[in-house]
């Protein structure tokens, strides 16, 4: 199987653990260190870039040495420097490296002086006291790190965004309840630009009595452990485990300091080297003439980008990529918000697993302003969905029907159903073509190889009846491992058949993730922001799936479920493939990114 992109960045990423560890130059460190990170973006397959003979140091952050690894790894599995690395460092090195609080050098530091290789040996050494004993450590950071074990035990290294920003949210209401004089408070970091998975949670905030915020943060009956409280910066630990660093800045400051703290490291890694071209640096304090040395302070981050010649980037596509590119050509996508979705088109009820009846989901989905919306429930293959039956799904179309006069928003009636192993569908054709909507979608057989999970997808979509593929990947954030599959070829199948794909917002899947979406988008493939809501209060989750379309540059043209009820009953009512003309129309100046 041809590597992935993942694996490449976790080289890379490895790599640069290693030479720190090694104590070689910040230089060389740094350039594995964002290649990582720009591999991590891309939404192409680098396998295949090598394949087609394509340059790779086009790509940022990609020079020739390591082009020269990429390709290397592709064509034999391995890259000889890289194992030559591994060789020289204490065995396991690496596995340490992935604690919070413990950097490469210190896990240097316990492999060699406590011969110790797993987070298990940490864990013990923190509570036995010889952890404390190591040099620059003490028992106050032993004791942290062991906490931070125990939370990753509990949670893995990073959390999912759907956990994290309800918290995040939850102290921010309170502080400013509790703190009137709080004039300004932000999350930033990877919740600010809606990462999937969140490291702590980062808060920055302006307030004509900082010391006060802090001590209100502290004493908020969430926090378990407080690990630093200073007058301008506090960090605590809540009770999920999760870390919250809370940071004051001065007022006119603010804009430097909220964009420098939002990230991402490879957006402002580019943007300082922008800077270094005019002459300028840039840090959280402001930009700094450097002939001069005099120092501008920015309020707001507006004024700091257009000091720079830029306008404001939002901080979903702060990812080092393209965007300063596109900025410098006032060629910024307007982007998708929840705003312009008109329906929800993956619901369920209780007839199936969901929680509440037919009628509450639908006044739920009115709520949301939407014009539409479709309701499936599983399909009879999934028993422990309690899937519907041929009787029972002709018995609810009839129901939906009767009940649309009561209702202003359209009810349409779907399915979710199951892709068999085969890749045929659960119901037969003659029962699916009763139906408006078809969400299909794989819930069974998911360790199937690569070639037949490809083949089960492709034969799904050229279904004439399904609509919509749904959560593609079938992972489950923390929990489940996406199936493998041809990406490329599947994509490609989507959009010869005039299929299209889900981004489910459910906070546990958000799949397609990102760069699946940029790559569906960039080749013209119907996108649909789907809830797959089991409860009605779930659909105001909608926007954790517009943040994933924000983050693959969609604009509210690339969204299906955006199209008003007229057209989208056109789209749904023309003929698969010919129902792409009707989406094709709106996407006129499509973004090449």
């Known amino acids: 199987m041809a590597a992935s992109n993942e694996q490449i960045a976790e080289l890379f990423d490895n790599m640069g653990t290693l030479l720190e560890m090694k104590g070689d130059t910040v230089f060389k460190i740094r350039a594995y260190q964002r290649a990582a990170r720009t591999i991590e973006q891309l939404s192409t397959s680098l396998a295949q870039a090598v394949n087609n003979g394509e340059d790779l140091t086009k790509i940022p952050g990609v020079g020739k040495a390591i082009s020269e690894k990429i390709t ?26 992935e604690i ?24 013990e050494a923190a509570a036995d006291g010889r952890l404390a004993q190591l040099p620059r450590m003490g028992k106050r950071a032993a004791e942290g790190i062991l906490r931070h074990i125990n939370a990753f035990k509990e949670l893995g290294n990073r959390t999912p965004i759907g956990e994290a920003l309800p918290i995040a949210e939850q102290v921010m209401k309170v502080l400013c309840e509790q703190c009137p004089e709080i004039d300004q408070l932000f999350p930033v970091g990877s919740l600010r630009r809606w990462e999937e998975t969140i490291g702590d949670i980062d808060l920055i905030g302006t307030s004509t009595n900082p010391e006060a915020v802090g001590n209100a943060l502290a004493e908020l009956p969430m926090v378990k452990d407080v690990l630093v409280h200073g007058p301008k910066k506090i960090s605590v630990v ?17 804009g430097a300091m909220l964009q420098y703290f939002t990230g991402s490291q490879q957006h402002n890694i580019r943007l300082r080297d922008f800077a270094n071209r005019q002459g300028l640096s840039i840090n959280e304090y402001g930009i700094t003439n450097i002939e001069s040395g005099e120092v501008e302070e920015f309020a707001d981050e507006e004024s700091f980008y257009a000091r720079l010649g830029l306008p404001w980037i939002t901080p979903e596509l702060r990812t080092g990529l393209h965007e300063l590119d596109f900025g410098l050509e006032n060629n910024l996508p307007d982007l998708v918000n929840a705003t ?8 369920h009820s209780d007839w199936s697993d969901g929680n509440d009846p037919i009628e509450l989901m639908v006044e739920s989905a009115t709520a949301q302003g939407y014009e539409y919306m479709a309701l499936t429930d599983h399909s009879q293959g999934l028993g422990v969905a309690n899937g519907l039956t041929l009787e029972r799904l002709e018995e609810q179309i009839k129901l939906l029907r009767d009940m649309q006069e009561k209702y202003d928003i359209s009810i349409l009636c779907g399915s979710e159903c199951d892709i068999r192993a085969t890749g045929d569908m659960d119901f037969p054709n003659e029962m699916l073509a009763k139906l408006d909507v078809v969400v299909a979608s794989v819930h069974n057989a998911m360790n199937q190889d690569q070639a037949t999970m490809t083949a089960r997808m492709i034969k799904a979509m ?19 491992e996406p199936v493998e599959f041809d990406l490329e070829a599947v994509l490609q199948a989507a959009r010869d058949t005039g299929t299209a794909l889900e981004i489910n917002a459910s906070p546990e899947r958000l799949d397609l993730r990102d760069t699946h979406a940029y790559r569906a988008r960039e080749m013209g493939i119907p996108l649909v922001i789907n809830t797959d809501s089991h409860h009605r209060n779930h659909l105001d989750k909608r926007r954790f799936g517009v943040a994933v379309a924000r983050r693959a540059w969609c604009r ?3 969204i299906l479920n955006t199209l008003p009820k007229d057209l989208f009953l056109q789209y749904i009512r023309t003929p698969k493939p010919n129902r792409l003309s009707v989406f094709d129309e709106r996407r006129v100046g499509t973004i090449r990114a």
């Open 72 to 97: 290397e790894y592709i064509s034999t599995g391995q890259v000889l420097a890289y194992e030559k690395l591994v060789d020289e460092l204490p065995t396991g090195v690496l596995a340490l490296k």
């Open 100 to 123: 919070p609080g413990v950097g490469p050098k210190m896990a240097m530091a316990i492999s060699q002086q406590l011969g110790i290789s797993t987070v298990e040996g940490v864990a």
């Open 238 to 254: 809540v009770e999920s485990g999760i870390q919250i660093d809370l940071r004051m800045a001065e007022p006119d400051a603010f």
């Open 340 to 347: 312009h979705l008109k329906g929800d088109l993956h619901l």
């Open 462 to 480: 050229e279904n004439p009846y399904v609509t919509i593929i749904g959560h593609l990947t079938t992972r489950l954030l923390g929990q489940r």
């Open 556 to 558: 509210p043209e690339d």
